[in-house]
């Protein structure tokens, strides 16, 4: 079973560079597990960005969805993030919340079968505004109810406020 540290807070709240730093600080190869599908070009910046944040410590392995797939065992993984990959199942699933939600805990399930130091990286929004429309509503509550499935699991939970690590489990 994974060893997991769950981190999670709003945007540019630091959660990645401290995710970066725990897993430096765990092994001399941690193992960058990419979820991201690149939308436009300015996500495609955005992913730019954290790529030239990394050294050559660090392998990077992409995958939208199928984490389990990969065998990490041993390794210490940094899974960023789970936001980016529940949106390739909300969007995959036609924007059904619970075919999504569902699928998911599934994937996550066999994922962290696996004898691995997982760090992962999750956005908090629920603390923002309220979303205005029915597809981000659904997305928001996909989104807390996985980030509570996941700390449920967790050995360890951190939330980042303004880049402030502050443990809570």
């Known amino acids: 079973m994974a060893t997991i540290t769950f981190i999670t807070g709003g945007a540019r709240s630091g959660k990645s560079c401290f995710a970066q730093r725990l897993a430096e600080n765990q092994s001399e190869k941690p193992i960058y597990l990419a979820t991201a599908r690149i939308w436009d070009e ?17 392998q990077t392995v992409e995958e939208e969805k199928e984490l389990s797939k990969h ?16 949106t390739n199942y909300f969007h995959d699933s036609g924007y059904q919340l619970n075919n999504a939600l569902d699928a998911a805990k599934a994937e996550w399930k066999k994922f962290v079968e696996q004898e691995i130091n997982l760090i992962v990286v999750s956005n908090e929004l629920g603390m923002g505004v309220h979303p205005e429309n029915e597809m981000a509503r659904k997305f928001a509550d996909l989104q807390g109810w996985m980030n509570q499935f996941i700390a449920a699991q967790a050995d360890t939970v951190y939330l980042m406020v303004s880049g402030i690590d502050i443990k809570i489990k």
């Open 42 to 58: 300015d996500f495609a910046q955005r992913v730019k960005r954290h790529q030239d944040d990394r050294n050559e410590r660090w």
């Open 71 to 86: 065998d990490f065992s041993g390794e210490t993984v940094l899974l960023d993030c789970i936001t980016l990959w529940l």
